[in-house]
């Protein structure tokens, strides 16, 4: 299971701001280490409960990892869009596959801009066309 976590603004009129992205896991040190060599980010804490990578310690958003033990059933409420780099969407299919994600039919009828996979314990994320803006 994805949640979002935000942190707190306060009434004067200043808005909230992304901080973690939290992602339920099995095994928190392979997840961690996935998702950190698919974003090439980097592990910056690691406890029994909790593990956060992030593109560097002052990073505006990260992931943290909390432990779950109830296993998947469905397909996620909520899943991380990709942006590929300057080699393109295949070459990162490629790359993420070898990591250990695999491809998943979420119902894609063949025509859409983005790819679907999985990361290990089975969350589903997409790798999407290049994109300058959030709209385009």
């Not at 950190?36 to 310690?57: C, H, K, P, T, Y």
């Amino acid at each position: 299971m994805i949640a979002l976590a935000i942190s707190r603004g306060t009434l004067t009129g200043m808005t909230v701001s992304l901080h973690h992205i939290v992602i339920d896991a099995h095994d928190l040190p392979a997840q961690a280490r996935f998702w950190a060599q698919v974003l090439n980010w980097r592990i910056l804490s690691e406890r029994e409960r909790e593990v956060v990578i992030g593109a560097d310690e002052n990073a505006p958003v990260g992931i943290c990892f909390m432990p779950v033990t109830d296993s998947k059933k469905v397909k996620n409420r909520l899943h991380l869009d990709l942006t590929p780099g300057p080699d393109g969407r295949d070459p990162e299919v490629d790359r993420i596959l070898a990591l250990g994600a695999r491809r998943v039919d979420i119902g894609q009828i063949g025509t859409e801009s983005w790819i679907v996979l999985a990361d290990p314990e089975g969350n589903e994320f997409c790798i999407l066309r290049p994109k300058k803006t959030l709209i385009a």
